[in-house]
């Protein structure tokens, strides 16, 4: 995979933040994550960083504190006491690399994951021999949407929705990432999707939080209208072309050999203006909430949706006191504090199935220890494909894989991490898509957000260890909360920390359901299953 002339100013920048030591942490974790998932990424930093035999001397010096912010030009004794640092995250991207290559005990998959899904078309059809186009249908990265005629609105995993008219062909990147053939699209971009890219040969469009039209033809030039919010728009193929901010009804013509206005452009923002109407695809949910609210002497109740039965109720467990006595002030009401003693064990039919969704609001101490950094949600999926293995929901403690402290989810074979830290005494919300794949179909996929915002969607692959655990009627539907689990049960290491709002869903959340459960503590009502 080659990077893009974007890709390649943002690591430019990302490469001299290191260089003049003013890498804050949100740039040290784009870039360790873009470093561990992109081979091309890694060869461009090796090659701007160097590997010298002086680098490798200067590593054992690297000081933790993170360097002053320092405006001026790089001298020789500047060089010298930066060095270390540029030593020491060559190593750190090589060790990296290497680890992460050690760990997977097979080859990484080559079947592509799933990105986005089409939430709703009109009288569309496919281009002869492509995919069929279906409500509710995944798409993947790399995979190039062709429509013939109508209209399909593909919503990503970070959230962006694309309207595609055809006769349109766009591929897809990533989540956050496509690129128009030619067709044209709508993008519409909440806040949780800020960044989103939507690109053709004459120009990237980056989104600030708006709403956009795209027109691009077969010979490379696109016109771009911004129908509400503003954009920036960097011309593609012109080294010294500056980026251009468009805002709420300005338009403009992109080609390889420039950039000028848009001549019908008032009849193309009126081709914009009214949006098609659409059938939207839902599918319901089954879901148990727990709010801690109830907390009583034994543990606290499950409101329910879908499922049948009673109300569902999570046993404290291993406490010497009381529930109520460990109930404190949540983010909605009272939550539930885990203080290294306790763990919580509740029933919930479906848990070990393939798909399905946890969320919950959680705080985690600014000191807290390394060692605390035990799950805060645990079950086992009734999955042959990872052996029966647990799964758990932590934060991360190991800096040679990830930021210290953000959201990390490990199964038999692999983990996701994300990149906001969770230890800073703050309540953030936590969802995580599981997905447990098929032993000859998908893959595992894992998508964790954060406050509403995709964080991480790709898995590190890793090394199983022990042998294979044996399907035990008893975990089948159990969900373990403040405590490490194996395939014998629960174990004595627990989570510190507070958890409020523990929701389970049984199917793949989209990113507007993850966002709608976040602001209103509830899921969409036209999703909720009947009972």
């Not at 070990?352 to 101490?365: D, G, N, Y």
């Amino acid at each position: 995979m080659t990077l893009t002339d974007r890709e390649i100013l943002e690591l430019n920048e990302l490469c001299g933040a290191v260089v003049e030591g003013t890498l804050t942490e949100p740039q040290r974790a784009r870039l360790t994550a873009w470093l561990r998932e992109s081979e091309a990424a890694r060869r461009f930093y090796v090659r701007a960083l160097g590997q010298s035999a002086s680098l490798l001397n200067y590593a054992a010096e690297m000081h933790a504190d993170a360097p002053e912010r320092v405006r001026a030009p790089v001298s020789g004794r500047r060089w010298a006491a930066v060095l270390p640092a540029m030593a020491a995250m060559v190593l750190g991207v090589l060790l990296v690399y290497r680890t992460g290559r050690e760990r997977s005990d097979t080859p990484a998959t080559a079947k592509p994951a799933a990105v986005g899904r089409i939430t709703a078309v009109k009288n569309a059809t496919a281009k002869s021999g492509a995919e069929p186009v279906r409500a509710g249908a995944n798409v993947f990265q790399g995979q190039r949407f062709e429509l013939a005629r109508g209209y399909a609105e593909i919503t990503f995993d970070s959230g962006a929705r694309v309207v595609v008219e055809g006769a349109a062909s766009l591929e897809i990147n990533s989540a956050w990432d496509a690129t128009l053939r030619h067709g044209a699209v709508t993008v519409t971009v909440p806040p949780e999707a800020l960044g989103f890219r939507l690109s053709n040969p004459a120009v990237e469009v980056v989104d600030l939080g708006t709403e956009f039209s795209m027109i691009a033809d077969a010979r490379g030039a696109a016109d771009v209208l911004v129908l509400n919010g503003e954009v920036e728009a960097a011309p593609r193929g012109r080294g010294d072309a500056e980026v251009i901010l468009l805002r709420q009804h300005e338009s403009r013509r992109f080609e390889p050999s420039g950039v000028s206005i848009v001549a019908d452009s008032e009849k193309k923002f009126a081709r914009f203006a009214a949006p098609p109407g659409l059938d939207r695809f839902s599918r319901a949910v089954r879901s148990a909430h727990w709010s801690f609210d109830d907390a009583g002497s034994g543990g606290a109740m499950a409101g329910s949706a879908g499922l049948s039965g009673p109300a569902i109720p999570m046993r404290i467990q291993n406490g010497e006191t009381s529930a109520a006595g460990r109930a404190v002030e949540g983010r909605h009401g009272r939550a539930l504090r885990f203080d290294g003693s306790i763990h919580a064990e509740a029933i919930f039919p479906g848990i070990a199935e393939p798909h399905h969704t946890i969320a919950f609001w959680v705080r985690v101490a600014k000191d807290a220890p390394l060692s605390d950094a035990y799950s805060m949600a645990s079950w086992v999926p009734k999955s042959p494909k990872l052996a029966h293995r647990p799964v758990g929901i932590n934060w991360n403690r190991d800096p040679a894989e990830g930021p210290v402290g953000a959201l990390r989810t490990d199964f038999a074979g692999g983990c996701a991490i994300g990149a906001t830290s969770l230890r800073d005494d703050k309540w953030h919300h936590v969802a995580v898509c599981f997905a447990a794949g098929e032993n000859d179909g998908p893959p595992v996929q894992v998508k964790q957000y954060v406050d509403g915002r995709l964080e991480s969607s790709g898995i590190i692959p890793g090394q199983t260890r022990g042998p294979a655990g044996a399907e035990d009627p008893a975990f089948a539907d159990v969900v373990w909360l403040g405590c490490r689990v194996k395939a014998s049960g629960p174990q004595r290491q627990k989570f510190r920390g507070e958890i409020d709002e523990f929701f389970i869903a049984d199917r793949i959340l989209g990113p507007e359901e993850i966002v709608h459960l976040m602001r209103e503590n509830e899921l969409p009502p036209s999703t909720v299953a009947s009972r």
